[in-house]
């Protein structure tokens, strides 16, 4: 899987934790994504019903589609909350997102609590 980082990551710790976290995401790399997730985790998705758990989720990434292409367009992190937005490719379509993240703490070992993601078939992509 390609991942495309903007020129400004990396320029604090939890940058490069939340490209990794949301890079094993679209990869589907559950040994990754395990590290970083509470076991009491909450992954909601505004209008649809929320994961709660680090096994619904890791059940939801192993149901997701292939992704060949990850294209961040900015990470950012303040204290214990960072976000991520971007455009993945799958199956030859592109699909925007945005991770809004928030973390047991500010530490850098802080475990992943509860993420609110959002997805939309762009107008390139509509059926």
């Known amino acids: 899987m390609q991942v495309e980082t903007p ?6 710790p939890r940058h490069q934790i939340i490209m990794g976290l949301l890079a ?3 990869g589907k790399d559950l ?3 395990r590290q970083w997730l509470a ?5 909601e998705f505004p209008g649809e019903q929320a994961l709660h758990g680090r096994d619904a989720v890791e059940q ?3 149901a997701r589609p292939e992704t060949s292409r990850v294209h961040f367009l900015s990470i950012l992190t303040h204290g214990k909350e960072g976000s991520a937005d971007g455009i993945f490719s799958s199956g ?12 047991a703490s500010a530490g850098k070992a802080a475990k992943l609590v509860g993420v609110r993601s959002y997805f939309a078939a762009s107008s390139a992509a509509a059926q």
Do not use: I, K, M, Y
Not at 39 to 43: A, G, K, L, R
Not at 92 to 103: A, C, I, N, Q, Y
């Open 7 to 12: 020129a400004t990551c990396g320029n604090a």
């Open 60 to 62: 939801w990434v192993q």
């Open 31 to 33: 040994a990754e994504l």
């Open 24 to 26: 094993a995401l679209h």
């Open 92 to 103: 030859g379509r592109e699909t925007p997102f945005s991770h809004v993240l928030r973390f």
């Open 39 to 43: 076991e009491d985790v909450v992954w």
